[in-house]
T-cell receptor, first 116, second 113 residues
Framework: DAGVIQSPRHEVTEMGQEVTLRCKPI?????LFWYRQTMMRGLELLIY????????DSGMPEDRFSAKMPNASFSTLKIQPSEPRDSAVYFC??????????????FGPGTRLTVL | GEDVEQSLFLSVREGDSSVINCTYT??????LYWYKQEPGAGLQLLTY?????DMKQDQRLTVLLNKKDKHLSLRIADTQTGDSAIYFC?????????????FGSGTRLLVRP
């Protein structure tokens, strides 16, 4: 398996623009997670899905952020409008389950977002 | 509350052992994890330990868990320059809709030649 795939790897945009980050989880994994990593706040869970359904979005910073999972092999995280404080590395991760060893999360390489 | 704490930085000489420490607060955590992050890359799972275990060994890695003190450590034997990275401790917390993987802030390991 190729592992979790994210695109783009780097994104530079101007304040106010819409940004869409993409993720392809590991095939067969039922859970998909979106994280944000910054120097100030470390690694934060934004939202996670189970079988394409959002389960907990309490980590989503504000209404400018939205995430979808239209099918088992694809998810997007959208920021509209983007702001400089959204600059961070955004990681997608997937896992088989939430209990036992199957809850091990496998991370993608991340998307480094810079909002000017 | 949920909190995982780690020291920020560790420097060792190549060939020595490294010990990275972590404390956590959730006594109900089922699994505890160590992840490694190299520059510009995502987090890579190194090892995990089930909460009813005291120790787990995997080649150069040894994980020790003191459940009473809520203390987890990762020992890397014969540390190599390729081990230089940020190491994150994480605990699983909650189930179903309350599930979270809580990460520490990471320990940056620098291996000197």
């Amino acid at each position: 398996d190729a592992g979790v795939i994210q695109s783009p790897r780097h994104e530079v945009t101007e304040m106010g623009q819409e940004v869409t980050l993409r993720c392809k989880p590991i095939s067969g994994h039922d859970y998909l997670f979106w994280y944000r990593q910054t120097m100030m706040r470390g690694l934060e869970l934004l939202i996670y899905f189970n079988n394409n359904v959002p389960i907990d979005d309490s980590g989503m910073p504000e209404d400018r952020f939205s995430a979808k999972m239209p099918n088992a092999s694809f998810s997007t995280l959208k920021i509209q409008p983007s702001e400089p404080r959204d600059s961070a590395v955004y990681f997608c991760a997937s896992s088989l389950g939430l209990a036992g060893a199957s809850d091990t999360q496998y991370f993608g390489p991340g998307t480094r977002l810079t909002v000017l | 509350g949920e909190d995982v704490e780690q020291s920020l930085f560790l420097s060792v000489r190549e060939g020595d052992s490294s010990v990275i420490n972590c404390t956590y607060t959730d006594s109900s955590s089922t699994y505890l994890y160590w992840y490694k992050q190299e520059p510009g890359a995502g987090l890579q799972l190194l090892t995990y330990i089930f909460s009813n275990m005291d120790m787990k060994q995997d080649q150069r890695l040894t994980v020790l868990l003191n459940k009473k003190d809520k203390h987890l450590s990762l020992r890397i034997a014969d540390t190599q320059t390729g081990d230089s990275a940020i190491y994150f401790c994480a605990e699983s917390h909650g189930m179903d809709s309350s599930y979270k993987l809580i990460f520490g802030s990471g320990t940056r390991l620098l291996v000197r030649p």
